[in-house]
């Protein structure tokens, strides 16, 4: 073995090798072929050839060690979200169960009528559970395309008021002019709802503004609301899969936010004070027009 490596090193010109290798494990070989001059390699080449596989050993190995604990990380993730799925299932199964027995009990139509509208709501449920988790396990699919981001999002503001109209929540969308931008529609008003979502569920009657800034690089669109703000701690948590301040929250919605701008090749921050409100700020690239 030995042997045949520096056989074909010698017939492709190496002349120097170092081992790549990190606490007692050889990542490979790094070889240097003649001097560009001419001459022989001295020690210190020697020495500079050495740091540098060293080097190149120690950033080999940082990269599989995270890549190791993302791993973990994700299994992690997974076993959290079996056991979360688990735990909301739990209760509306336990009420269905218990509605069905009495419904075979109870002969009364008005008291049958009354179960069956129960488990009809904690199906309901179910359902909103199971989707919210598929959603924030599926890759978000997107298909981008040119559209006017102040009209959708009046749009969005439109159907979000008809589903908070019990509540005294304004959300108000502040830009006259058209402004352009590549994005997929459907992702992007998920985005929206989850956002006006959490200021609703903050303060029903509080407010959400939306607007603009657009230059040559980025479109930014601010959500900022009066509901409350957040404390530092909750705020360097809450893209966190799984975190929630709310009873009976799935602590997703966020998360979701996150990975649908990321997704759009966009960027979301946020900041806030707490006592007075927050502010989500999304990035989205301008298309760059090509010469």
């Known amino acids: 073995g030995l042997a045949k490596q520096i056989s074909d090193m010698e017939q492709v010109g190496i002349e120097a090798v170092v081992p790549i290798a990190a606490e007692g494990v050889l990542y490979g070989i790094l070889g240097f072929s003649r001097k560009r001059f001419g001459g022989v390699y ?17 950033a080999i190995a940082i990269h599989i060690s ?3 604990i993302a791993k973990r990380e994700h299994l992690a993730v997974i076993g959290e979200m079996t056991a979360m799925i688990a735990h909301e299932i739990k ?19 008005m008291e049958c009528e009354k179960l069956t509208l129960m488990i009809r709501e904690e199906v309901l449920r ?6 919210t988790y598929l959603a924030f396990a599926r890759p978000v699919s997107i298909e981008s395309e ?30 006259e002019k058209v402004i ?3 994005i997929d529609p459907d992702a992007y008003r998920q985005l929206f709802f989850n956002l006006a979502k959490n200021s609703l569920e903050a303060k ?11 230059d040559e690089r980025v479109v930014s669109v601010m959500f900022e609301d009066n509901c409350g703000g957040m404390s530092l701690e909750v705020i360097e948590k809450l893209f966190n899969p799984f975190f929630t301040t709310k009873t009976g929250g799935t602590g997703l919605g966020m998360a979701i936010c996150k990975k649908i701008a990321t997704a759009m090749d966009g960027k979301l921050f946020v900041s806030s004070t707490e006592g007075f409100g927050t502010k989500f700020t999304l990035e989205l690239p301008q298309k760059q027009e090509t010469t």
Not at 42 to 58: G, H, I, Q, S
Not at 204 to 214: A, D, P, Q, S, Y
Request: hydrophobic share 40%.
């Open 146 to 175: 040119e559209i006017d981001i102040v009209k959708l999002t009046v749009r969005c503001a439109e159907l979000f008021r008809n589903e908070a109209n019990e509540s005294n929540f304004e959300v108000t969308v502040r830009n």
């Open 204 to 214: 029903n009657n509080g407010r959400l503004n939306v607007t603009f800034i657009e």
């Open 180 to 182: 352009k931008v590549a």
């Open 66 to 68: 995270s890549a190791k």
């Open 91 to 109: 209760n509306p199964l336990g009420a269905i169960k218990a509605a069905a027995e009495q419904i075979s009990i109870h002969k009364n139509e």
């Open 126 to 131: 179910l359902d909103t559970t199971i989707k």
């Open 42 to 58: 001295d020690p210190d080449d020697l020495e500079t050839f050495r740091l540098l596989a060293a080097r190149t050993a120690v």
